[in-house]
């Protein structure tokens, strides 16, 4: 009977692991499934044990909870709420299950007790209905959405504390069940309150649920305002870049006449200064780079200035196509995004190690995006992913959002890799058709 129980054990968390591979999202890690089962049939020893033990049910329910929740903490890159939620929700349907799987035969069938635990002659017959009781709540739960939702450390808290009596007095009430009381009604009292107590708690985690729906929600919109607000910096930069362009263009005829009237007065020492404080004003102010491509000279050439006033070295190689999807602004978007983080990357270090290299090129019908800087080496990476390292996180962090956001929108790729001296971005657009046709311009500063 213990091996029947084990695999029971074992069912009931194959069930859990199933619902949470639709639920959250795995961790990259070799060999993911082969280590889930291996993870599976180790929990359901430690379940088996902890029946064995004679310990109180409760304890039985509660340690289930544990090692479903490390199981979600080890495998599976979410937020703590989602981790603890569907944790939870599992349980509770796990005590449903029970609920009816043993409260009907006994009350409604007059089936003994003692026939449905272990040992007993209906015990097969009754868990494999326990199983499938789970199997149909499961299957309703994976209709549910699979959106990310927030709590706060309080909500959090109370969910936790919430829960853990809730799932208290239903086990409670389950055993009760199984005792015989004088008074009929008792159990009628008790039976009702089992499920008054389960519509209460489960309209309380629909109620939270949808509380940090509407909390992921609501920053969602406010990272997309600010994030709307940094392209429209982005844009204002380039315009402001192109401004500055046209004006050079309206000085470059003053200093035209100016050297004119010089040599006409043949004043050849003044003449050679002029011409090398114009140069010296052009290098300093003025970048160009000329791809084929107007908005991408713009960002570029903007982004070359800021560096230039950053003390940062430059190298970068363009060779744009003009089959590239992306709009004006998803582009100013994606390249402003990657530089600005490479920008305030390199500002960390010292001026001597400021590098910053960049290229753009087709390969393979696709467009590659690729650019690389030294860094500090200090990361913050939660879940996998990188998170910003400033205080106020909404408003930063944004930047490898967006670029996520566009790369995806073009079914594109985006591969980051952090590591201890370098930081370094790779992203592949596919283009709309199989030419490669582009201009290329290639300079080192």
């Given at each position: 009977?213990?091996?029947?129980?084990?695999?029971?054990?074992?069912?009931?968390?194959?069930?859990?692991?199933?619902?949470?591979?639709?639920?959250?999202?795995?961790?990259?890690?070799?060999?993911?499934?082969?280590?889930?089962?291996?993870?599976?049939?180790?929990?359901?020893?430690?379940?088996?044990?902890?029946?064995?033990?004679?310990?109180?049910?409760?304890?039985?329910?509660l340690g289930f909870l544990v090692l479903a929740f490390l199981f979600s903490m080890i495998f599976f890159n979410a937020l703590f709420t989602s981790q603890i939620f569907w944790s939870i929700a599992y349980v509770t349907i796990c005590i449903f299950s029970d609920?009816?799987?043993?409260?009907?035969?006994?009350?409604l069938l007059n089936i003994p007790i003692s026939e449905l635990l272990e040992g007993g002659s209906k015990r097969i017959t009754i868990t494999l209905v326990y199983i499938l009781l789970i199997s149909i709540f499961v299957v309703i739960l994976l209709c549910f959405t699979t959106k990310t939702f927030r709590l706060s450390f309080g909500e959090k808290i109370t969910l936790i504390f919430l829960s853990i009596l809730c799932i208290t007095i239903e086990e409670s009430i389950v055993i009760s069940q199984t005792y015989d009381y004088a008074n009929s009604n008792f159990h009628?009292?008790?039976?009702?309150?089992?499920?008054?107590v389960m519509f209460l708690y489960l309209s309380l985690l629909?109620?939270?649920y949808n509380l940090g729906l509407q909390r992921e929600k609501n920053r969602e919109l406010m990272e997309l305002r600010i994030a709307s607000k940094l392209e429209q910096t982005q844009f204002e930069q380039m315009i402001g870049a192109t401004s500055e362009i046209r004006f050079m263009k309206h000085d470059i005829q003053n200093h035209l006449e100016a050297i004119k009237s010089l040599n006409s007065n043949s004043k050849s020492k003044e003449i050679d200064s002029?011409?090398?404080?114009?140069?010296?004003?052009?290098?300093?102010?003025?970048?160009?780079?000329?791809?084929?491509?107007?908005?991408?000279?713009?960002?570029?050439?903007?982004?070359?200035?800021?560096?230039?006033?950053?003390?940062?070295?430059?190298?970068?190689?363009?060779?744009?196509?003009?089959?590239?999807?992306?709009?004006?602004?998803?582009?100013?978007?994606?390249?402003?995004?990657?530089?600005?983080?490479?920008?305030?990357?390199?500002?960390?270090?010292?001026?001597?190690?400021?590098?910053?290299?960049?290229c753009i090129k087709p390969y393979k019908n696709m467009l590659s995006f690729t650019i690389e800087n030294p860094t500090d080496g200090i990361y913050n990476i939660e879940n996998g992913i990188i998170q910003t390292t400033k205080k106020e996180s909404l408003a930063h962090g944004l930047g490898l959002k967006r670029i996520q956001s566009i790369v995806d929108?073009?079914?594109?790729?985006?591969?980051?890799?952090?590591?201890?001296?370098?930081?370094k971005v790779?992203?592949?657009i596919p283009l709309v058709t199989s030419s490669q046709n582009s201009i290329g311009d290639e300079n080192s500063k």
């Open positions: 009977m213990y091996l029947w129980e084990y695999t029971i054990n074992f069912l009931q968390f194959l069930l859990f692991g199933l619902l949470i591979n639709k639920k959250l999202e795995r961790k990259n890690i070799p060999y993911i499934f082969q280590l889930q089962f291996l993870a599976i049939l180790f929990a359901s020893g430690v379940l088996l044990i902890i029946n064995l033990s004679k310990m109180p049910p409760i304890f039985n329910t609920a009816i799987n043993t409260i009907t035969p006994t009350k009628r009292i008790i039976f009702i309150l089992f499920f008054l629909i109620l939270i002029y011409i090398n404080s114009l140069i010296h004003s052009i290098n300093n102010n003025y970048l160009i780079v000329s791809s084929g491509n107007v908005i991408l000279d713009s960002i570029i050439s903007n982004k070359l200035v800021l560096c230039k006033k950053e003390n940062i070295t430059t190298d970068y190689t363009l060779h744009f196509s003009d089959d590239c999807p992306l709009s004006a602004t998803e582009l100013c978007s994606l390249i402003g995004n990657i530089f600005d983080n490479a920008i305030e990357a390199c500002k960390k270090i010292p001026v001597e190690n400021r590098r910053i290299d960049f929108t073009y079914n594109g790729f985006m591969e980051i890799k952090p590591d201890t001296n370098s930081f790779s992203i592949m």
